[in-house]
């Protein structure tokens, strides 16, 4: 005697079978590069039918709780990358303003700009506005921040909100909030060459596998750049 068994069945059974979970990595990025990486880590698993992980946060902090779980680490700053890496984005400080916010946003030896914040010393975006303010001659009498933001994201977060009238910020950071408004850090000499002063981003393969060196080639091709371009970033 032979048995039909229902097709009905045997779909549900297909169905019901457990999938295949696709191979995934692990990528700490600085804040700076969520929307950029966000976008290329999408591409990425699309292409490669690998998903990434992110961890966004402060450079300075990410570098500190990388262990073995970490596959690619991408810094905001030669200053906290510890691993061999190379540079594949390039930033600028800008002063972001919301709409409304003053039009006169330069820092002044005076101190008579309007109140502003800043990343803290220990991130790159806070290390990056203390050298530009002591490379162009503020020194002791550099203007005093009257909010803090532990990374960049935290720091535009306090202008957005109204807290202060400025916040020293990257360009990439304004160009994916298009309420806002960035101007120059330096309005005029010798503070011009503060706005040509680029920032470098570093990236490693931290646990040298296959996948992570994949994300890493990833971010360097065309599709890769092109993500970086389109968040705002300029290229090495």
Not at 140 to 148: C, G, I, L
Not at 189 to 215: N, R
């Amino acid at each position: 005697m032979r048995f039909v068994v229902p097709l009905a069945f045997l779909l549900a059974a297909c169905s019901t079978a457990p999938q295949a979970e696709k191979p995934a990595i692990t990528v700490y990025a600085d804040s700076a590069l969520t929307e950029a990486f966000t976008k290329i880590g999408t591409e990425f698993e699309a292409a490669q039918g690998v998903r990434v992980k992110f961890v966004f946060g402060s450079s300075s902090a990410l570098e500190k709780q990388i262990d073995s779980h970490v596959d690619v680490y991408a810094s905001a700053s030669p200053e906290t990358m510890k691993h061999p890496s190379k540079v594949f984005a390039l930033n600028r400080l800008v002063i972001a303003t919301r709409p409304g916010g003053p039009k006169d946003v330069a820092p002044r030896l005076d101190g008579t700009q309007p109140s502003f914040a800043m990343c803290v010393a220990a991130a790159p975006c806070g290390a990056a506005a203390l050298a530009a303010f002591s490379e162009n001659g503020f020194g002791a009498a550099m203007p005093q921040p009257k909010a803090t933001g532990q990374d960049v994201k935290e720091t535009l977060a306090k202008v957005k909100a109204g807290e202060v009238d400025a916040a020293i910020v990257y360009a990439t950071d304004v160009k994916a909030n298009p309420d806002l408004t960035a101007h120059k850090l330096g309005a005029s000499e010798p503070g011009e060459q503060w706005a040509k002063a680029m920032l470098k981003f570093p990236i490693s393969v931290v646990s040298g596998t296959p996948d992570a060196k994949k994300f890493y080639d990833y971010v360097f091709s065309r599709p890769g750049r092109i993500a970086l371009s389109d968040a705002g970033f300029e290229l090495p």
